[in-house]
């Protein structure tokens, strides 16, 4: 049941992935152009389509299933709080996936183009990057634990404005900022550390997100 509630989520949100991965297409080509400026604007697309997705996904996957009552149906059928729960998680996070595993790999890609982007540039591109996901699973856990529109786009609202603090903190942090602009890979602790918490971060988030479902005592 778990699997086809993942494939029907897969389904319904088909033109999503395909208009995001040719959104981020994009966004990479325009990066491709190389300068500073294509650069930032490149950059700037590509994370608004990723954050865009996300955003998408969350409220298309979990919010409209309350809006549209379709979750008393959803419920009717013969699963648990835990399965619906694994199934929203799995289902969202492996969608999203797809265009963010596709960009970032793109991304990657052109740190090896010659005189392309910075290779000093790949501990905080590998940090942004991993942000981006934990803003979607902040996303994922606001959407799926209060089924409120209004909660959830204040939660998009919160990501948004996050990615940008975190990434000019990043972005001024000694051990990351030393090597932004070197032609050769300056990996840190600094850079480890970041992705350490921010791993942790998704987990904490996913973990809570079980939590506070499991305390539910009506989902209809």
């Not at 979750?71 to 999203?96: E, H, N, Q, R």
């Not at 972005?171 to 850079?191: E, F, N, Q, R």
């Amino acid at each position: 049941m778990i699997r086809r509630l993942i494939l029907k989520d897969w389904y319904l949100q088909r033109w999503i992935i395909a208009a995001s991965v040719l959104g981020g297409i994009v966004a990479l080509g325009i990066v491709c152009l190389g300068g500073q400026a294509a650069f930032m604007v490149g950059l700037i697309l590509l994370l608004t389509a990723l954050i865009a997705v996300g955003a998408q996904l969350a409220i298309a996957t979990m919010v409209n299933e309350r809006k549209e009552q379709t979750l008393s149906f959803v419920m009717s059928l013969p699963i648990s709080y835990a399965d619906y729960t694994s199934a929203k998680i799995l289902g969202t996070v492996l969608i999203f996936m797809v265009p963010w595993m596709l960009l970032v790999l793109g991304t990657l890609a052109l740190f090896a183009v010659p005189h392309g982007i910075p290779h000093g540039l790949l501990p905080f591109t590998a940090i942004m990057a991993i942000e981006i996901l934990v803003n979607t699973c902040l996303m994922i856990a606001v959407a799926l634990v209060t089924e409120s529109q209004g909660w959830t786009v204040a939660a998009i609202m919160v990501g948004n404005i996050a990615i940008n603090l975190v990434g000019y903190y990043v972005a001024h942090l000694p051990g990351i900022a030393k090597g932004m602009g070197g032609s050769s890979v300056m990996w840190s602790s600094t850079a480890s550390t970041a992705l350490l918490i921010e791993f942790a971060t998704i987990a904490a988030l996913l973990c809570l997100t079980f939590f506070f479902q499991s305390r539910k005592r009506d989902f209809l």
